[in-house]
């Protein structure tokens, strides 16, 4: 049996009593991670603005990947990181739209704070607003990458996708971007802060 044998179906399977524990003050914000070396500061984000299952929560855990494994189940627009004795932080995130959206399995091969974002060709063919940033977009607040970038990649190669920050934070639990992975800034801060280049990441096909 092959990584990505691991299907969603299997994986919910893995994830008993998670209502249970977010009915039972399960929720919390994320953990502050940003330090005196990062350029634009955050405010705390007010979780209260997003559904609840998209909010920050600590769930159990019971599958079978080990303890640092990323999993991103789009179908339910989570992501978890996996936990050592039987838990997961599992986090909103938006996936991509109908067409856009990819899985499979990788390994964070890069970590960049505030990273430039440069738009693929394909982008610009379809909103041509974006060519002036063809050479690339700085790092910033304004940066549709968002704080934080980890780079997905499969076997040395980069498969161009990203588990990023955002700009629209109110995107998260939708499927709305073009095959990235969007968390909260203050969500991926925390989750860039706790995986280590060659972190694994496991992205579960909807509706397998």
């Known amino acids: 049996m092959n990584d990505f044998e691991f299907t969603r179906r299997r994986f919910l399977t893995g994830l008993t009593a998670a209502a249970a524990l977010a009915a039972t003050g399960g929720a919390a914000s994320a953990t502050v991670?940003?330090?005196s070396d990062d350029p634009f500061p955050l405010p705390p984000f007010d979780y209260s603005k997003l559904p609840p299952e998209f909010r920050r929560q600590v769930v159990p855990y019971t599958g079978r990947h080990r303890p640092g494994?990323?999993?991103v189940d789009t179908g339910a627009r989570h992501l978890y990181l996996v936990e050592a004795g039987g838990t997961a932080i599992r986090y909103g995130c938006a996936?991509?739209?109908d067409g856009f959206r990819w899985a499979g399995v990788a390994d964070i091969s890069r970590k960049v704070m505030w990273p430039r974002w440069t738009p693929p060709k394909e982008m610009i063919a379809r909103s041509p607003e974006k060519a002036k940033w063809a050479n690339g977009m700085p790092g910033g607040p304004e940066n549709p990458l968002g704080a934080r970038a980890l780079y997905l990649f499969q076997n040395g190669?980069?498969?161009?996708y990203r588990i990023h920050g955002t700009t629209e934070p109110l995107s998260i639990g939708k499927n709305a971007s073009s095959g990235c992975i969007r968390m909260v800034n203050q969500d991926v801060i925390e989750?860039?802060?706790l995986t280590p280049v060659g972190t694994r990441v496991v992205v579960l096909a909807e509706g397998v």
């Open 33 to 35: 991670y940003q330090g």
């Open 69 to 71: 494994t990323i999993i």
């Open 95 to 97: 996936v991509g739209r």
């Open 157 to 160: 190669a980069d498969t161009l």
């Open 191 to 193: 989750l860039f802060a």
